[in-house]
């Protein structure tokens, strides 16, 4: 590969002799018929591949590891390869970013009004809305809406929705027993079918005329919870009841998923003992109950003391949806500030990180393509000018399946801010450079003259 595109090279510049290519016997002249003509150059155009790299940046893998100065190159939307030297195929689209750095897009565990107001994504969502420009200058490149995640692909819908739904919302409350105790009875009874299930699928192979147990009256959200088909999310935020999830969750072997657990330190232990994960607010805040002597309400350190008892912990803000008013930095387009705060709170930058990348893509079941930058994954990330976790950094340019979606320069929104120097010859690097350069030689020809 390495030889073949350094010849190309070679004979655009025109530095190969035509005297040292081999020589066959070939006719002056071809006819060829030009619809067939137009046919192969259509279905080559087709069959070509679409490359895009980014190059001479700090690329921050989201494991952990840096590379300085390095390259990425993607074929097709998929990361092809991730290094130094990389040899390019002459088609392909480069964007340079030397002095900048290069992340995995965030990945919002919740949003709200990204892709419109109806449940199907693919019919409502409006590309070109200002709500999906505000979020991928916040560095978000995929987002959960409807219990489905979908990318923000700025100008086309086509490969929106990367998965069907992987959750489903359980109610699950002291405020209300009544409900406690029916879900109870769900699951005993989701319980008791598969077991049935499990032993029919041996006796079966003795006896054929056996007939499969009945799913008559069984809930199918709790089925599809014990048979890990989709992960179970609750909303809790009290000890009590974070207790009473995991306990449910240990006792019936799935793992939940708690959004809010703002008492989850005081339980971390146990959280982490059923294997939850945990959608937390660092900047909740909620006061101790005088009533009681145990400890109680919000702290800046629940991030940290759960991630520490093996709780996979997701970042979310208060608000889902994106704001231009209201309260500065509580909205989605601010993860990497409340994803600080929990830095604050004794959380490590790097499990803060992936609080807005990996996990929410493992909760979303999209984890094999998105949240970290590996070969393979789709090209999803972000280039910045800083530290992504600085909240005086900013997104210079993101990319969603190896496609620029936003560019800093061109949006009114963050454009007159630090501006890019000119210097930065990222956007007119998309350019063939040949063409500049015999355009230039024909102005200073022009001048001469």
Not at 126 to 154: C, H, W, Y
Not at 352 to 362: D, G, Q, S, Y
Request: charged share 30%; with cysteine; aromatic share 6%.
């Amino acid at each position: 590969m390495r030889s073949k595109w350094i010849r190309q090279t070679a004979l655009g510049l025109g530095l190969v002799s035509l005297f040292s290519l081999p020589v066959t016997a070939q006719p002056l002249y071809t006819s060829v018929d030009d619809d067939d003509e137009e046919e192969e150059e259509a279905d080559s155009e087709e069959d070509s591949p679409e490359w895009f790299a980014v190059v001479g940046a700090d690329i921050h893998d989201g494991r952990g590891g840096v590379l300085r100065g390095a390259s990425l190159l993607a074929k097709d939307g998929k990361i092809e390869e991730i290094g130094y030297d990389l040899v390019l195929p002459e088609e392909t689209e480069v964007l340079d970013a030397s002095g900048y750095r290069v992340y995995p897009g965030l990945v919002a565990v919740k949003s709200s009004g990204l892709f419109g107001g109806s449940t199907d994504l693919e019919d409502s969502v409006d590309p070109f809305n200002q709500d999906m420009v505000l979020a991928l200058a916040a560095g978000i490149t995929t987002a959960e809406q409807s219990n489905q995640a979908a990318k923000l692909k700025r100008g086309e819908i086509e490969g929106l929705v990367m998965n069907p739904k992987t959750s489903s919302s359980i109610s699950f409350r002291s405020s209300d027993p009544k409900g406690k105790r029916t879900q109870r009875e769900r699951f005993a009874a989701a319980a008791a079918y598969l077991r049935a299930y499990r032993q029919w699928e041996e006796d079966v192979k003795k006896d054929k005329e056996l007939k499969e147990p009945s799913k008559s009256g069984i809930d199918s959200t709790a089925l599809a919870v014990l048979r890990a088909e989709v992960l179970p999310w609750f909303s809790a935020d009290e000890r009590h009841d974070l207790l009473e999830i995991a306990r449910l969750a240990q006792e019936y072997g799935f793992r939940p998923v708690i959004e809010g657990c703002g008492e989850g330190w005081t339980v971390a232990d146990e959280l982490g003992r059923a294997g939850a994960y945990a959608v937390v607010t660092p900047r909740y805040r909620r006061a101790r109950s005088e009533n009681l002597v145990r400890a109680g309400g919000s702290s800046i350190e629940n991030a940290a003391k759960l991630h520490a008892a093996g709780v996979q912990v997701a970042i979310q803000p208060a608000s889902t949806g994106v704001s231009l008013g209201g309260i500065v930095g509580r909205d989605i387009m601010h993860l990497t500030i409340e994803a600080g705060f929990a830095i604050r709170g004794g959380l490590s930058e790097q499990a803060a990180f992936e609080a807005i990348t990996i996990v929410p893509a493992r909760l979303l079941g999209v984890a094999h393509r998105v949240g970290t930058l590996e070969v393979g994954k789709d090209c999803d990330l972000v280039v910045t000018d800083g530290d992504i976790m600085h909240y005086q950094t900013f997104v210079q340019w993101a990319v969603v399946d190896g496609k620029e979606v936003y560019d800093k320069a061109d949006e009114l929104f963050f454009a007159h801010i630090r501006p890019r120097p000119e210097s930065s010859i990222a956007p007119e690097s998309k350019v063939d450079p040949g063409e500049e350069v015999v355009e230039e030689i024909e102005e200073v020809k022009e001048s001469a003259d």
